[in-house]
């Protein structure tokens, strides 16, 4: 057998795309070649399923993506056939993006004024599933859709709007077909807490409403923390928590998708390289179907996984055992404050590993310090991303800089009140019209509320003995300090 080219593979996993970010539609959304579903998984694509709930980076909008796109639709309709999603129409409801057919944030504001959430929202949520009904029966890709307010003015009989979903739902069932109404990136609905808990809490009742007909179904798009914090009121939404998909990532889905994309390199040479790896291990090559992917080693055997990923990284992050094994060692250190890994956040730690210099020594396509400045590149990548969603958490974590962790919450709200820290969130929020970190209305101390928004969303964690500690998902970029950890850049 030949020798094995681990410099080819390094510059393969080099040039695959860091960002691992995806939009529902648009320039960014999903490709075939990047589907790799694991069945944890398999809820997200299910048309029957309402709720599905991830961080960010877990692959919400990945899912929302493969769906809404024909292409990665019928890919994924092979892989699970008993979903039949080869019989579903998808259409946007709302996604943040335009040219998409959902409705946009200009058009609700303008549709539902301030305080008319309850009732008006309804309407509108109302008239943008029923113009994704009607969207799929004509099919008819020429034709433009109506306005919502059009809709609205016309549909505001409930009667009249339940004889059209009756009629488009009865079309449907005798072909044997569905359609899919997608709502991602609903924390882009509103910059005021009241305004965005009344417009998802309205949305959420049409949603439980469309159980009625069942060849209309609504899919949501949800982050954890959305759900804890914005104090839903829906009468129904624990049984929709109860039935909700949970993009969560186990390390063996994370190397598993790690290894079908270093194997759909696209360099013929770190393809022959990797296949070669493959042959020496014993394990079979690349599957050419997602179903055969399904049922490849190296997606659900951690003992093969460990073996093949020892001969690209070595052994240990150090000269023994001390330092941990490389296999273990980003799973450990990539966790937010639930202990949850995200894919985004493990691609981007091993292709930055692989862009490292100096090169890993001869034998090896990535060295225990490319991973640790690979572990350097998904913190700062998972801040700059947590900066979209929360546009006040580099605010938050400026301040704290050079702090040791663990410590004491005095400390933290210390340097808050030292720096202005939470009058700049709250007058930023205001003049931007971002959503701040907490809803100011309730009581309790501002720095607190900070804090515990913080703890929701996983960039702080309780210790038992009360002490807070950061993880170093986001602590590196933070540039806070931890006896023994990874030092920031």
């Not at 069932?173 to 997608?182: A, F, I, K, N, Y």
């Not at 019209?433 to 969303?457: A, C, H, N």
Request: contains cysteine; positive net charge; aromatic residues 8%.
């Amino acid at each position: 057998m030949s020798e094995i080219d681990f410099a080819a593979m390094r510059r393969g996993l080099a040039a695959l795309d860091a960002s691992a970010a995806h939009t529902a539609s648009g320039a960014h959304r999903p490709r075939v070649a990047e589907i790799f579903a694991p069945e944890a998984h398999a809820g997200a694509l299910d048309p029957h399923g309402t709720v599905v709930l991830g961080s960010r980076g877990a692959g919400k909008s990945f899912w929302a993506g493969v769906l809404g796109n024909e292409d990665t639709r019928l890919a994924a309709a092979k892989a699970y056939p008993h979903l039949k999603l080869e019989k579903s129409f998808v259409r946007f409801g709302f996604t943040g993006l335009d040219n998409d057919g959902s409705v946009s944030r200009p058009t609700i504001n303008h549709q539902v004024p301030p305080g008319e959430e309850r009732s008006r929202g309804v309407l509108l949520w109302r008239c943008v599933v029923l113009r994704a009904l009607q969207s799929a029966l004509e099919l008819d890709p020429a034709l433009r859709p109506p306005k919502i307010g059009a809709m609205m003015a016309d549909y505001g009989d409930p009667e009249k709007w339940e004889q059209a979903c009756a009629h488009g739902n009865d079309a449907l069932r005798r072909d044997g077909h569905m359609v899919v109404v997608l709502f991602d990136a609903l924390d882009g609905l509103a910059t005021d807490w009241e305004r965005l808990r009344n417009l998802i809490d309205s949305l959420l009742e049409v949603a439980w409403a469309m159980r009625g007909y069942p060849a209309v179904r609504v899919k949501m798009f949800l982050r954890p923390d959305q759900m804890r914090d914005l104090g839903l009121r829906f009468v129904e939404l624990p049984k929709l928590i109860a039935g909700a998909s949970n993009l969560r990532w186990s390390g063996t889905d994370l190397y598993g998708m790690l290894f079908a994309r270093i194997g759909a390199i696209e360099q013929p040479d770190a393809g022959a390289a990797f296949l070669r790896l493959l042959e020496a291990e014993g394990v079979p090559a690349l599957p050419d179907t997602l179903r055969g992917l399904r049922a490849w080693p190296l997606t659900q055997d951690k003992t093969a996984q460990a073996r093949v990923f020892t001969r690209l990284a070595g052994w240990y992050m150090g000269r023994s055992n001390k330092k941990g094994r490389t296999y273990d060692w980003p799973l450990n250190h990539l966790g937010d404050g639930h202990g949850e890994v995200t894919s985004r956040s493990f691609l981007t730690l091993m292709i930055e590993a692989a862009r490292h210099q100096p090169p890993p020594a001869a034998g090896q396509a990535l060295s225990a310090e490319g991973i640790r400045h690979g572990l350097r590149a998904a913190s700062r990548v998972r801040v700059d991303q947590l900066a979209l969603e929360f546009p006040w958490i580099k605010r938050s974590l400026l301040p704290l800089a050079r702090m040791q962790v663990p410590c004491h919450i005095n400390d933290i709200t210390a340097r808050w009140a030292g720096t202005g820290t939470i009058d700049s969130i709250s007058n930023a929020a205001r003049d931007s019209e971002f959503l701040p970190p907490y809803d100011s209305g309730g009581p309790g101390d501002s720095g607190e509320k900070l804090i515990d928004t913080l703890v929701r969303i996983g960039v702080l964690a309780v210790r038992r003995d009360g002490r807070y500690d950061m993880p170093d998902l986001f602590r590196v970029a933070a540039r806070l300090l931890k006896k023994g950890g990874v030092a920031p850049a």
